[in-house]
C-alpha cells in the first residue's frame, strides 16, 4: 500500500475513533470539534466542508500541526482550490520543514501552479520534485505534469519527449494512458501544421497566377486574339488546379480535425487558421473565374 493510501486509510480510521471522542466530549472542545468534523467530512469526500472545518482547524495552537495541514491542502487540492492550495503548501513548508508529507506537498504545490495557469513556474517545481525524489510514487505523474505544462506553452517537442518516457517507463502508472493520448494529439497536430502549410503554399501559387492573370490583361490589347485567348485558358487550367488542390486540403485537414477532436482546438488557433484561409482562397478562386469568363466573353 503506498503512502498515500495509507494516509487516507488512517484518516478514515481516525475519524471512526475521532467520532467516540467526540461524543464523549459532548462538544465542548471547539478545537476537537473543529478538528473531529473536518476529519469525517475528509474521510467521506465532502472537500467543502472539510476544507471549512479544517481551516477552523488549524486556527487552534492544539491542531496546528503537519497532519491537519497536509489534509487540508489534499482537499483544497480535490475541490480545485489551487490558489489557496498553493498559498497553504508555503504556509506547510515554512512551519513544517521535516515531516513525512515534505515530497507530497512539493508535490501539489507544482500541481497547484499548473492548474493556475503558472506554468513555467509549475516545470521548475516539479522538476525539482523529480531531482529530489528520483524514486517517488508520484514521479512519473511529475513527469506527466512537466509534459502538460510544455504542452499547454505550445512547446509540443518537450513535451513528447517526458509524454513518451511516462508511456515508456511507467506503463502501469495511471498517467500512462493520459500520455498515449497526448502522443497521438501531438502527432495529428503536426500532420494538420504541415496540411496548413501546404495550404498557404498552394494560396501563394494562386495569387501568383492572379498576378500574372491581370498583367495579362493590362498587354492583351497589342496581343492577337489567338494569343490571348491562349493565356487566358492557360491561367484557367491553373486556376482550376488550384481549386482543386485546395479542395483536396480541406477534405484531409476536415478529417484529421474528425481524429483529433476539440483537444487541439482548446490548444492552438490552426484550426481558426485554416478555416479562414480555406474561406479567403476558396473566395478568390472564384473571383478570379468570374473576371476570366468574363473576358472570354468579351470576345478575346
Avoid at 138 to 161: G, K, R, T, V
Avoid at 270 to 290: I, N, P
Amino acid at each position: 500500500m503506498n503512502f498515500l493510501k495509507k494516509f487516507f486509510v488512517s484518516c478514515m480510521i481516525f475519524s471512526a475513533a475521532a467520532n467516540g471522542i467526540y461524543a464523549q466530549s459532548s462538544g465542548q472542545n471547539p478545537a476537537v470539534t473543529a478538528f473531529v468534523q473536518g476529519a469525517k467530512a475528509f474521510s467521506s469526500g465532502e472537500w467543502t466542508s472539510s476544507i471549512f472545518l479544517l481551516r477552523k482547524a488549524v486556527s487552534y495552537p492544539e491542531n496546528f500541526n503537519a497532519d491537519t495541514w497536509y489534509m487540508l491542502i489534499t482537499a483544497e487540492m480535490y475541490a480545485g482550490e489551487y490558489k489557496n492550495a498553493f498559498q497553504d503548501c508555503e504556509t506547510y513548508t515554512q512551519n513544517f520543514p521535516e515531516s513525512p508529507y515534505d515530497s507530497y506537498v512539493l508535490y501539489h504545490r507544482g500541481r497547484a501552479l499548473f492548474c493556475m495557469g503558472e506554468y513555467e513556474k509549475s516545470v521548475l517545481v516539479l522538476s525539482d520534485f523529480c531531482h529530489q525524489y528520483p524514486d517517488h510514487e508520484m514521479y512519473p505523474s511529475a513527469l506527466y505534469w512537466i509534459a502538460e505544462s510544455f504542452f499547454a506553452a505550445y512547446n509540443y517537442e518537450d513535451a513528447e519527449i517526458l509524454y513518451t518516457a511516462v508511456v515508456n517507463d511507467y506503463p502501469d502508472d495511471a498517467k500512462a494512458d493520459s500520455a498515449q493520448y497526448r502522443l497521438e494529439t501531438i502527432k495529428q497536430a503536426a500532420r494538420e501544421e504541415k496540411l496548413l502549410y501546404l495550404l498557404k503554399e498552394t494560396g501563394e501559387e494562386y495569387l501568383a497566377a492572379k498576378e500574372e492573370y491581370e498583367r495579362q490583361l493590362k498587354l492583351s490589347g497589342i496581343d492577337t486574339t489567338s494569343d490571348a485567348r491562349r493565356r487566358i485558358l492557360d491561367l484557367q487550367r491553373k486556376n482550376a488546379d488550384n481549386e482543386r488542390r485546395i479542395l483536396e486540403l480541406e477534405h484531409e485537414i476536415a478529417l484529421l480535425q474528425e481524429k483529433l477532436g476539440d483537444e487541439v482546438a482548446k490548444n492552438s488557433d490552426v484550426k481558426r487558421e485554416t478555416t479562414f484561409l480555406l474561406k479567403d482562397l476558396k473566395r478568390k478562386a472564384a473571383e478570379t473565374q468570374k473576371l476570366l469568363d468574363e473576358k472570354e466573353r468579351g470576345g478575346m
